[in-house]
């Protein structure tokens, strides 16, 4: 099994900044992407962003030049920056993990809220 614990989820003013971390444990034996998606309230999930262990990362179209998504891979470890974030950012966020040999498999979500 792998376990993903996420942190940094916040109350938080527009145009301010947050950043998020997935920590990976666990059966994890080959690392394919890890990820982060958000959902709002009444929605499904989507996608926010994406960095796969080999190849590009890729973005949603909503957060592109406002996010950045990066990994430490001795550490099992990926992070979500955001910036400038804005009142249609609050959702809850979940972390993405998927191996050579299973997943997706997801945290349990961390809040973001950015309100004034």
């Known amino acids: 099994q792998v376990q993903l614990v996420e942190s940094g989820g916040g109350l938080v003013q527009p145009g301010g900044s947050l950043r998020l971390s997935c920590a990976a444990s666990g059966s994890i034996f080959s690392i394919a992407a890890m990820g982060w998606y958000r959902q709002f309230p009444g929605k499904q999930r989507e996608y926010v962003a994406v960095a796969p262990s080999v190849g590009t990362t890729n973005y949603a179209n909503s957060v592109k030049g406002r996010f950045t998504i990066s990994r430490d891979n001795a550490k099992n470890t990926v992070y979500l920056q955001m910036n400038n974030l804005k009142p249609e950012d609050t959702a809850v966020y979940y972390c993405?993990?998927?191996?050579?040999?299973?997943?997706?498999?997801w945290g349990k979500g961390t809040l973001v809220t950015v309100s004034s």
């Open positions: 993405m993990v998927a191996t050579a040999v299973g997943g997706p498999y």
